[in-house]
């Protein structure tokens, strides 16, 4: 009989354990998908996009990265771009419980680096400076159009530098928070 309740009361136990290593796997599963998507999306601008837009003329440029900030704010980037933080922040409380183990510190550093390098970044450098160049009228003139790429172009591109290797180093913690082995010791 004592060794029913032994089973029994292991049984009830365990299931909380398993539950709350099912939330930490999904969460850090679905935080590496977004932060990853997002720093993709940075890296092939830094790779290709900045490198064709480079051999543009002026009025090329202003008007091919007018259209480009226009049309990235669509549904699927936002739901990656805002819920890499949801899912990161998320994850992150979902190995609160576990503050020593190894993959709480990748996802916090995680957050770090994504949040600040990446979100925040983009948010108070690189979306002002879009907004800033969407005010060029398409019937500048040459000059004026010179002028708003020279203060533009390099600028946006070494942010967008910066925002790719953060977002990069993010998603390589996450990927190193995916391949340890989960703590169940629970401490």
């Known amino acids: 009989m004592s060794q029913t309740r032994i089973e ?10 398993i539950v709350g290593s099912a939330v930490r796997t999904l969460t850090l599963g679905l935080a590496t998908l977004a932060t990853g998507l997002v720093a993709g999306v940075f890296y092939a601008y ?38 890499a933080v949801l899912f990161l922040l998320t994850t992150l409380a979902a190995h609160i419980p576990q503050p020593r183990s190894g993959r709480f510190r990748l ?16 948010v108070f450098v690189n979306v002002p400076m879009n907004e ?7 019937n500048a003139s040459p000059d004026e159009l010179a002028g708003a790429r020279a203060a533009y172009e390099g600028p946006w591109n070494f942010w967008n530098g ?25 401490r």
Do not use: K, W
Request: charged letters at 10%.
């Open 162 to 186: 910066v925002r790719t290797v953060f977002s990069s180093m993010a998603f390589l913690a996450l990927i190193s928070a995916c391949l340890l082995r989960e703590d169940r010791s629970g």
């Open 107 to 122: 996802v916090a550093l995680a957050c770090a680096l994504y949040i600040v390098g990446g979100f925040l970044l983009t």
């Open 46 to 83: 830094a790779i290709s996009v900045n490198l064709g837009l480079a051999a543009q003329p002026d009025a090329s440029y202003v008007a091919t990265m007018q259209a480009i900030n226009a049309r990235i704010q669509n549904p699927l980037f936002f739901a990656s771009f805002f819920g």
């Open 132 to 138: 800033e160049l969407a005010r060029i009228a398409a």
């Open 8 to 17: 029994t009361m292991s049984h009830r136990t365990s299931r909380p354990r």
